[in-house]
């Protein structure tokens, strides 16, 4: 398939709208941070930053490499953000709903934030350069199955018009069949494979937002449930402790894949948990806050065919 | 010495090799990343891509056995590795910037006590450097006084051609017993132009002012500034070449199992966490200080080298990221 | 420097446990001796130094040797237990076998000390990396003036060595104050009551040709310096060990270092004057 360049010059407005509703909310003392995305050193790249005064907020921007999930610095596993009164945030579509999921699990409150929302024509691949035009082939695999595109529910959402989403393959979807088709003999070979790679970092879960466990199960050792060193037993131990704990939380941010330095596709665990969690209890994260999770509460519709 | 190499030699080298029973370890694709991994046959070889981990896990292992225990009643048996089981390896197209910190390694691995897994792999290897000619803007060798074309760490180094092949030119004993063994293969030094090596676009470091500068800014904005984004994962200590830290762990049952040493990151918060629950390094800023202070100010101090080969991993995979060349280029700007 | 060639240094001595004594409702002392006569003849220490101690399947903690060197043919640790090695130790019964990897680190310039008189300042659980050095002291009386020790805790039933405490108490070559917290005292308690700062500046021991061994928690250290410094006492006449956290003891690991300095190698054993330069990482 040719790929076909993205339309993302609504970009170089948002960024003005983002800086321009930074500065007025900290100068007016709204809040007293803004949590959003300035340029690096290399060409096109993006770094989160955290802007406290207007130096820093007059650097504020949003571009196809804006890849961050910024809520993750609002979880309590991240002490260096000062909570001492209301933070503002930048958020695409996908960010959004992790934030949510997160107020939904009393992690974090909306009044003591301001949100920014970004309409988002989609990033960039982890595989690209920052410096590369989306297109269909460079963009991030999750923006193509993105039903987020314009956040709603957000304090300020810059008045641009989203170009129409282009048509792409589902990379996920077509993975996920794929791997369903297999045997499971040959499934767990595929897995074997890529949990082999896994070098113990922790990247994954560091960047997730809805890993703000204290301490995480793999750092405990009274009793050590999951072996630290990076062999199989523990990758895999890992693995699926991981996913199994996003279940019906899990956004879909898939920044958990994004930032693996070994390109272990994480993500595809997740999306197969969000399409057994969407055929069993009709569960999608979205833009509305739920007390309860699908796997934190009963109704007499769920599946109870596992009784026998 | 110095000789010529076709590619199509250097690839029945490798064959060769193999056949004979050697250890080649290489960059190859393994499950879609390209990694150093032992080379089934030269066909497996890729020479474009700057491996995701660096070369330092051919003697310094994720992770590795350091002995195994077996209880039974009051006794216990341990059972030593030995590390004479070591194979002899070649390592092929070593970039610069993965062969120039293997001799950094060698002064922490060696002083004082002699870390025997780490040094009986370093007798046993020869290591084949090769030019880079493949740099990105996340490279930057040349900020930290080396080059694509550095031999620093090499036994062997392969410089390629116009036209294809390689001169080579050996260093070491052990550079010059592989072309001996294989003699055949290798003809003159040719006169052919070199390719046009990578050129990464970084002013050099003043490193003796970089290093001054840290001597006296232990406490400075700057930490809370760089480090307030750093999530505290592991990723940029372990795909560095010259990141050395490592844990000891023992795992298996109550009656038997195995102790493994395997890689630890300063930037985890755990790594300086006391079982009391007191930790020096309580807070992000704290640990990615020492990070950089560990790689431009400590190890100079205790070994008169920088614990960094510029070789631009921790940069292009930092998950928020930060950019260690801007922080240094900062510090040299003061 | 260490003739360890073609050895593995990770690889621990086995020692057999040879007695279990409870200090406190959770401090522990083991004596052990190791199992292989050629190691249990030439394993020589000096007070000051560290060892790795295996709980095998649960992995290896850091600990002062806490006897003297002066008392050959065995050696003591003391520890609380807090994490997954340290209680694994705690299960370990007389005749069970442990892991030993040392000694390890510098020591106590004790050669320096002779002729000079001796303060011992230690605080809770912070008393086994100087009581080596107290008995080494004692079994070589004559080189050394007076002998102090103040030793605090937070309770009657947190002070160690409670046997030894007695000994000390009872020899006229020793001065012991003794004290614990306010509140941690019995009706029948015959030391001091209050902070170990405090009392040390009530004990007012004389400065001159003297040296002071200070260790305990980081908040007793910091509130006992001053106190030292107003008794006269020089940066260069006090002593601490530090105990940072470590896990192979031999300047690899990189776990242990406060700044440029390997903790396991330069220390643990440092004077004031070497602390108040480091960075604030311990």
Known sequence: MNSQLIDTSIYADISRFIRDESLRILLEGEVIAVVGYAAGRRKGSVQPIIACDTESAGRLMFSQASVNNLAVYLTKAKKEIPKSGKIGIVLKGCDLKALVGLIGESQLKREDLYLIGVPCSGVLASTVHPATELATETIAPKCLECD????????????????????????????????????????????????????????????????????CLCDRNKPQMVETTPRPAGNTAWHIVRAMHLAGRCAGCAECERVCPMDIPLNLLNRKMAKELKELFDYEPGFEVNDKGPLASFTDKDDQSFIK | MRKYISRQNL??????????????????????????????????????????????EAFFPLCEEIMSYEKSGQQVKLTDVDPSRFPETILFAVRPCDAAAIPVLDAVFSWDYKDEFFLERRRKTTVVGLACTTADDACFCTAVGLSPSDTKGSDLFLSPLEGGGYNVESFTEKGEALINSCSDLFAEESNAAYIQLANPQTEAFDLKKVKSWLDEHFEDQLWDGIATRCVGCGACAFVCPACHCFDIVDEGTEKAGKRRKNWDACGFWKFTHHASGHNPRDLQPKRYRNRIMHKFKYYDDKFGQTLCTGCGRCVRICPVGIDIAAIVEEINQK | MCDNANKNIYLPYLTTVMEVIDETPDVRTLRLEFQDDNISETFAFRAGQFAEYSAFGAGESTFCIASSPTRAGYIECSFRSVGRVTEELRRLEVGDTMGVRGPYGNSYPIESFYGKNMVFVAGGIALPPLRTLIWNCLDLRDKFGDITIVYGARTEADLVYKRELNEWQERSDVRLVKTVDPGGNSPAWDGKVGFVPTILEEAAPVAENTIALVCGPPIMIKFTLPVLEKLGFGDDQVYTTLENRMKCGLGKCGRCNVGNIYVCKDGPVFTAKQIKAMPMEF
């Open chain 1, 148 to 215: 987020a595109h314009l956040p709603t529910g957000c304090d300020f959402v810059p008045d641009v018009a989203l170009p129409p989403q282009q048509k792409s393959d589902l990379k996920y979807a077509v993975e996920i069949a794929r791997l369903e088709a297999l045997t499971p003999a040959e499934r767990w070979a595929y897995w074997k494979e890529q949990f082999s790679k896994c070098i113990k970092c922790y990247a994954c879960r560091q960047v997730c937002p809805f890993c703000f466990c204290e301490q």
């Open chain 2, 11 to 56: 690839n029945t080298l490798i064959d060769k090799l193999i056949a004979e029973g050697r250890r080649i370890v290489a960059p190859r694709m393994t499950a879609g990343t390209p990694l150093y991994e032992p080379l089934g046959h030269s066909g497996e070889m890729i020479i474009d891509q700057l491996p995701r981990r660096s070369a330092k």
